[in-house]
């Protein structure tokens, strides 16, 4: 059953909640989802329903939760050491909202550390694998989130990015992965990683079950000043609209001579189907992409340093003893942090140094203000959404990118959303071998429903 479809049936009494609960668990099970198995899944919550209304939009629907959200009823730790065993004393907004419609909330989810990375490899738990195919990476950092989703344990699974971790995993696993405008979901509760780019996202069997997951929990919150107040669309009606009449832009730069052949054929054959369902496709120029990823490795590493220095061993998480309070710190974090997390921080740190902030982070920014404008540009010319791979190429295989810098390649096609805060929505076009494909639907600042439109009129195209 897709989540509206199971919440339906919950309401009815065909199907209880509790019933729906087992079968999630089962299924984990039967899939080796645990921690000697396919590693995607890190806690359990004793209690999924407690709180949870019974006619909510969600009643009775299994859901995961990325371990970076903040639970009262399980730990969150960030896939870090650092945080192990730390229970939050209160649920992010996102949570909260989940609760009230109703939903069950089974699992948290195996994730990048501190979501610093795009294999979920870098989790101080171990790293998680795709369940299409066990050799290779879910993607990351939401890798768990994208995992459980692709295995058919839950309907629906909340992830976040900050460079394209929910559309790069959902694009390796084979589902629907989005993340909205910036301010259009709380980040209240998301353990921070660099502020200006994070998001909560959500990833769905179907589109569907991803626009129901997402107009649950978008909308302003009082507790995120960030979070804008205008109203949330139906996200569901909208990708029931098709795309007869719209525009879609297809970026040059996203489609380079040394595209994987297989990524391009299906972004054809996504292109064909739009084409024939009524879609005007056109080519566009976004002409300062190739600098996307020098400024997101500035921007982002530069807020992580700040936002990674509250975990210090005095408030909460590891504590170890060093000579000293200096000591203390040195000694925690040293041992608490793995290598990608410890990279980033003294990146960051870097880059923010007297002497180097005006040459790094502020030259960053104004090119990050460039890339804002390429879309405003595009979308002001008459274009209703763009269309482009998520990914350069598919899943790797476990172990296989060890080089930094080719990791970060990775981000290519999906961190250029962040950096000037539109929606993007990543859906299944396709495989080579057993192996997904994902093209990504890009949409102007609070254009999700235009987005949804595309996604749901393609999926149905290549259904």
């Given at each position: 059953?897709?989540?509206?479809?199971?919440?339906?049936?919950?309401?009815?009494?065909?199907?209880?909640?509790?019933?729906?609960?087992?079968?999630?668990?089962?299924?984990?099970?039967?899939?080796?989802?645990?921690?000697?198995?396919?590693?995607?899944?890190?806690?359990?919550?004793?209690?999924?329903?407690?709180?949870?209304?019974?006619?909510?939009?969600?009643?009775?629907?299994?859901?995961?939760?990325?371990?970076?959200?903040?639970?009262?009823?399980?730990?969150?730790?960030?896939?870090?050491?650092?945080?192990?065993?730390y229970?939050?004393?209160?649920?992010?907004?996102?949570?909260?909202?989940?609760?009230?419609?109703g939903?069950?909330?089974?699992?948290?989810?195996?994730?990048?550390?501190?979501?610093m990375?795009?294999?979920?490899?870098?989790?101080?738990?171990?790293?998680?694998?795709?369940?299409?195919?066990?050799?290779?990476?879910?993607?990351?950092s939401?890798?768990?989130?994208?995992?459980?989703?692709?295995?058919?344990?839950?309907?629906?699974?909340?992830?976040?990015?900050?460079?394209?971790?929910?559309?790069?995993?959902?694009?390796?696993?084979?589902?629907?992965?989005?993340?909205?405008?910036?301010?259009?979901?709380?980040?209240?509760?998301?353990?921070a990683?660099?502020?200006?780019?994070?998001?909560?996202?959500?990833?769905?069997?179907?589109?569907?079950?991803?626009?129901?997951?997402?107009?649950?929990?978008?909308?302003?919150?009082?507790?995120?000043?960030?979070?804008?107040?205008?109203?949330?669309?139906d996200?569901?009606?909208?990708?029931?609209?098709?795309?007869?009449?719209?525009?879609?832009?297809?970026?040059?730069?996203?489609?380079?001579?040394?595209?994987?052949?297989?990524v391009?054929?299906?972004?054809?054959?996504?292109?064909?189907?739009?084409?024939?369902?009524?879609?005007?496709?056109?080519?566009?120029?976004?002409?300062?992409?190739?600098?996307?990823i020098?400024?997101?490795?500035?921007?982002?590493?530069?807020?992580?340093?700040?936002?990674?220095?509250?975990?210090?061993?005095?408030?909460?998480?590891?504590?170890?003893?060093?000579?000293?309070?200096?000591?203390?710190?040195?000694?925690?974090?040293?041992?608490g942090?793995?290598?990608?997390?410890?990279r980033?921080?003294?990146?960051?740190?870097?880059?923010?140094?007297?002497?180097y902030?005006?040459?790094?982070?502020?030259?960053?920014?104004?090119?990050?203000?460039?890339?804002?404008?390429?879309?405003?540009?595009?979308?002001?010319?008459?274009?209703?959404?763009?269309?482009?791979?998520?990914?350069?190429?598919?899943?790797?295989?476990?172990?296989?990118?060890?080089?930094?810098?080719?990791?970060?390649?990775?981000?290519?096609?999906?961190?250029?959303?962040?950096?000037?805060?539109?929606?993007?929505?990543?859906?299944?076009?396709?495989?080579?071998?057993?192996?997904?494909i994902?093209?990504?639907?890009?949409?102007?600042?609070?254009?999700e429903?235009a987005?949804?439109?595309?996604?749901?009129?393609?999926?149905?195209?290549l259904?």
């Amino acid at each position: 059953m897709t989540a509206a479809e199971l919440r339906d049936a919950t309401v009815s009494g065909a199907v209880t909640a509790e019933a729906s609960v087992a079968a999630a668990r089962e299924r984990a099970r039967a899939v080796g989802a645990g921690r000697d198995g396919l590693n995607l899944i890190l806690w359990d919550d004793a209690d999924p329903l407690a709180g949870a209304r019974g006619d909510g939009v969600l009643a009775g629907v299994p859901i995961a939760l990325k371990d970076n959200l903040a639970t009262v009823t399980m730990p969150t730790t960030c896939g870090s050491r650092i945080l192990e065993g730390y229970v939050s004393p209160e649920d992010a907004t996102v949570v909260t909202r989940l609760r009230a419609a109703g939903a069950a909330l089974i699992c948290k989810t195996n994730m990048d550390e501190f979501a610093m990375g795009s294999s979920t490899e870098n989790s101080a738990y171990g790293p998680a694998h795709n369940p299409i195919d066990p050799t290779r990476v879910p993607g990351g950092s939401s890798g768990g989130s994208a995992g459980v989703v692709a295995a058919g344990i839950v309907p629906i699974a909340l992830g976040s990015e900050t460079g394209g971790s929910v559309r790069q995993p959902a694009a390796f696993c084979g589902v629907v992965g989005v993340k909205p405008t910036y301010g259009r979901v709380s980040r209240y509760g998301l353990v921070a990683f660099a502020s200006s780019l994070d998001q909560v996202g959500v990833f769905g069997r179907t589109v569907d079950d991803a626009a129901l997951g997402l107009s649950v929990i978008a909308g302003h919150d009082r507790l995120d000043a960030t979070t804008i107040d205008t109203p949330v669309p139906d996200y569901r009606a909208a990708a029931r609209r098709g795309v007869a009449g719209l525009v879609i832009g297809r970026p040059v730069e996203y489609f380079p001579a040394g595209l994987d052949p297989a990524v391009r054929a299906q972004c054809d054959r996504a292109f064909d189907a739009l084409r024939a369902a009524g879609a005007t496709v056109r080519d566009v120029s976004l002409p300062h992409t190739d600098l996307a990823i020098p400024v997101y490795y500035i921007v982002a590493p530069a807020e992580a340093s700040s936002n990674l220095a509250r975990f210090d061993g005095v408030r909460y998480g590891l504590r170890l003893a060093g000579d000293g309070l200096r000591g203390m710190y040195e000694a925690t974090r040293s041992r608490g942090f793995g290598a990608e997390v410890t990279r980033r921080i003294l990146l960051g740190t870097y880059v923010l140094s007297a002497g180097y902030y005006d040459a790094y982070y502020r030259r960053a920014q104004q090119v990050r203000s460039l890339i804002t404008d390429d879309f405003r540009r595009v979308f002001a010319d008459g274009v209703d959404l763009l269309f482009t791979p998520t990914t350069p190429t598919p899943a790797f295989s476990l172990g296989a990118v060890s080089d930094p810098y080719e990791m970060y390649m990775n981000d290519i096609f999906t961190c250029t959303a962040n950096l000037a805060g539109v929606p993007a929505i990543s859906v299944p076009v396709g495989t080579v071998g057993r192996l997904p494909i994902g093209g990504q639907f890009i949409a102007p600042h609070f254009g999700e429903a235009a987005m949804f439109a595309g996604a749901g009129a393609l999926e149905r195209a290549l259904a």
